[in-house]
């Protein structure tokens, strides 16, 4: 930590010296001191993990603060470039191998700037929001501490200039995401879940890394910046196959990441972590890092083969049909918006398959689905505080009980249908406009599907948990302060945010974010009249249905099979099981335990066995030969002296006949 | 004048009785005169000598040699008056302590 101060620290200083060489436009104080909005959460989360339970109120003090100060310096990059401050680039050399030249670095350009303000307003949202949701949680410190770390993470894959250092971020945020969706872990299926996640999204981010390599590669081992690698890609120097497998396992990532088919399988599951984790990780800001990265590195992806874009547009236009549908049969409100945002996960990745016009549309919807997806995810997060329970069946008549709640849903549900003037309205219909002057009448046809489908569903479950009447146990009270201001504000948000994107207000958004010239928002009164007429389609017959609560949901009895089907989704979560979970983990697993009880104690019995032996060996030579010696040369004395003594008779006479005797031998020999 | 080798066999003769002496009696006083016997044979034989080659040395040996005789008769004979003082006894054989 005192290591990365210090690095930051020179970063900074050296930045101040290169401001004036790097932008034309001089980068003013907020951009070239970006490099703050990661390092304050993770400032803060080593406070809240080193003073927190010292401090009072647990420690949520210090995430508050840090995530708010780089709210306030978000908000100030994001200003000082809405005002033409211009892209900057500050970087610090880190280390060499060989031509290989690694740097630190910030990035800070529209895509960047906007990026920044999404994930600290969420973030600064959820933690002041957990001070509710949290209260007396046993790990209360160090959940506050994670979401920091989280929230720092994130913010270093946003601004990094170099993949090495996106790289980094993005695996702290796997590990986050872990750590989080298991928090709960003494229930096995929060901690099954979390090794899902983990080890689903590791299936992406294989490729990814290799695409990454791939890249460097492409520099010829000279850089791992983002944008030199462009330059050198976009030049030709590369052939244009390399390229396209380069981005297509770069896009690996992003299905990993942002749960596209076929690795989306771990984002409902996600939903076993605390409902504020949810809103932040797993549907504003995290799974949206899979889109930054395709959007980040978009140059690649439009130097390459035109069939790789196509490829991210199929691959978007499954999982957006196939979720949504998803979304209909889910009695687990949580469930209802992971698939919701699987679904506009794939509007995002859709968009940005359309190519550069379909860019800023993308990113647009990234940025307002951040916003109404956070406040959605935080009222469903209050209505499970309310009632104990997940599930809708539980649910009902709460619109009395809890208004606040209530009416910052609606404005939420309103957003994700699409409902004019809210958020999602304006990035829809800006998807919308961008499929049909692109002629992709296939994707046209999804988004409009789609967006039927989602206000079908998006009705149905803020029927059936504020409608009719209570089902559940407990007694549902609003939620406390902490928990409904962040709601207001975010609803608020959700009414707003979309003018930023708005063709009649000049669209500012299309300024901020865009590949190559600014993208020219323009309002289609078809294309708007389209997306109304399908929300509206979906919300009227979700009302029909819904609008009087039945003990089975009328949809299992008209769906027949297909119902089935549903509830088990698509089976591919049995397929996975069946093809590669269940093979891995009975027959590598216990082959490996077989290696482990043979081959590896084996070794360790037979090395113990060896040692006995040994030392058996050496105990019986020490017994017998060395002690053997010592004692039998003392019985030898001992016998010997014993027979000796009896020499010693005290009969002096005795001794003179020997003595005469040996006189009479000695003179026998001397007289020979 | 007497021969010498009648001198040596006498002085043998002498000198056997007095180991016999030594060796055989149990009588601690007997032991003693038998000792001064072997002396004498001794004597005996320096004086037979001193004849022979016509040389006084040997005589003021055996002068020496009675002298001597004298003062260790004295020290063992009252080592036998001791002995007996001690054990009512002056046989040899029981003197045995000193041993094993």
């Known amino acids: 930590m005192v290591d990365l101060l210090g690095i930051l620290a020179a970063e900074g200083a050296e930045a101040g010296a290169e401001g004036a060489e790097h932008a034309a436009a001089a980068a003013n104080w907020f951009a070239q001191h970006a490099w703050l909005i990661p390092l304050l959460p993770f400032a803060s989360g080593a406070m809240t993990l080193f003073f927190g339970k010292r401090t009072p109120g647990e420690g949520a003090v210090y995430g508050i603060a ?37 740097e630190l670095g910030i990035l800070v350009d529209g895509l960047t700037a906007a990026m920044v303000v999404v994930v600290t307003s969420v973030s600064f949202m959820v933690h002041v929001y957990s001070l ?32 090495l250092q996106l790289l980094v971020g993005w695996e702290i945020m796997g590990v986050c995401s872990y750590l989080l969706i298991g928090h709960w872990f003494e229930e096995p299926v ?64 992003t299905i990993g990441k942002s749960a596209q088919f076929p690795l989306h399988v771990w984002l409902p599951d996600a939903m076993a972590g605390p409902t504020p984790v949810s809103a932040l990780i797993h549907a504003a800001t995290m799974v ?28 978007a236009t499954i999982t957006m049909l196939g979720a949504a549908v998803l979304a209909i049969v889910q009695d687990d409100i949580k469930r209802v918006l992971a698939y919701s945002t699987l679904s506009q996960l794939a509007y995002m990745v859709a968009g940005l398959g359309m190519g550069e016009e379909g860019f800023t549309a993308g990113f647009f919807h990234l940025f307002t689905h951040a916003f109404f997806k956070a406040l959605l995810f935080l009222c ?102 902490s928990m409904t201001g962040p709601l207001v504000l975010l609803a608020a948000s959700t009414s707003l945010v979309g003018f930023l994107g708005a063709p009649q207000l000049g669209a500012v958004f299309g300024q901020w ?33 819904y609008r009087e609560r039945r003990v089975t949901d009328p949809l299992e009895t008209r769906l027949g099979p297909a119902w089935g089907v549903l509830q088990n989704r698509y089976y591919i979560d049995d397929l996975y099981m069946a093809a590669v979970v269940r093979p891995i983990r009975d027959q590598v697993s216990s082959a490996t335990y077989w290696t482990n009880q043979n081959v590896l ?72 | 004048m007497i021969r010498l080798p009648l001198v040596l066999v006498f002085s043998a003769l002498l000198f056997s009785a007095g180991v016999y002496g030594v060796l055989a009696r149990r009588n601690a006083v007997m032991v003693l005169m038998a000792i001064e016997l072997m002396l004498n044979a001794v004597n005996v034989n320096l004086v037979g000598f001193s004849a022979q080659l016509r040389d006084v040395g040997p005589q003021v040996f055996t002068l020496f040699v009675i002298a001597v005789a004298a003062a260790e008769v004295g020290i063992g004979l009252a080592l036998v008056i001791l002995l007996f003082r001690n054990r009512a006894s002056i046989n040899v054989d029981e003197v045995n302590l000193l041993k094993w």
């Open chain 1, 190 to 253: 929060n901690s099954n879940a979390a090794i899902k996640a983990f080890l689903t999204t590791r299936i992406g981010d294989v490729p990814m890394t290799f695409g990454f390599f791939a890249l460097i590669a492409a520099t010829g081992f000279a850089t791992t910046n983002i944008v030199e690698t462009q330059e050198a890609i976009a030049s030709g120097e590369v052939t244009t196959s390399f390229v396209a497998v380069a981005a297509l396992m770069l896009f690996g990532g």
């Open chain 1, 513 to 545: 974010v865009h590949i190559g010239q600014p993208h020219e928002a323009v309002f289609q009164p078809v294309m708007a009249a389209a997306g109304l007429a399908v929300a509206l389609f979906g919300i009227g017959v979700g009302w029909v249905m």
């Open chain 1, 66 to 102: 840090g995530v708010g100060a780089s709210f306030v310096l978000s908000l100030g990059v994001l200003l000082s470039f809405a005002q033409g401050g211009g892209a900057y680039e500050g970087t610090i050399e880190w280390f060499s191998i060989g031509p290989l030249h690694l």
């Open chain 1, 601 to 672: 104690d084996g070794l360790v019995n037979g090395a113990a066995l060896v040692a006995r032996a040994s030392s058996r060996l050496i105990i019986w030579i020490d017994r017998n030969l060395i002690d053997g010696t010592a004692n039998g040369l003392a019985q030898i004395t001992g016998t010997s002296g014993g027979l000796l003594k009896y020499l010693q008779s005290g009969n002096v006479q005795w001794y003179a006949v020997a003595l005469f005797t040996g006189v009479i031998v000695l003179a026998a020999l001397f007289i020979r």
């Open chain 1, 132 to 163: 509710g949701y949290m209260r007396g949680d046993v790990r209360f410190t160090w959940f506050y501490t994670v979401l920091s770390l989280f929230t720092g993470a994130m913010l270093v894959v946003v601004v990094s200039n170099n993949v």
């Open chain 1, 288 to 315: 949206a890092a899979g889109v930054y990265l395709v959007g980040r590195l978009f140059e690649v992806f439009v130097a390459a083969d035109p069939v790789v874009l196509t490829i991210v547009a199929i691959v």
């Open chain 1, 380 to 481: 469903a997060g209050a209505v499970i505080h309310a009632v104990h329970s997940n599930y809708m069946s539980d649910m009902g008549g709460l619109r009395t009980k809890m208004p606040i709640t209530f009416w910052t849903m609606v404005i939420g549900s309103l957003a994700l249908a699409g409902i004019f003037p809210f958020a999602g309205f304006w990035s829809k219909d800006e998807l919308l406009v961008v499929a049909r002057d692109t002629n992709t009448t296939w994707l046209l046809v999804a988004f409009l599907v789609t967006a039927a489908i989602t206000a079908f569903y998006t009705t149905r479950m803020v029927l059936l948990t504020f409608f009719g009447t209570y089902q559940g146990h407990a007694e549902p009270h609003e939620a406390p302060l």
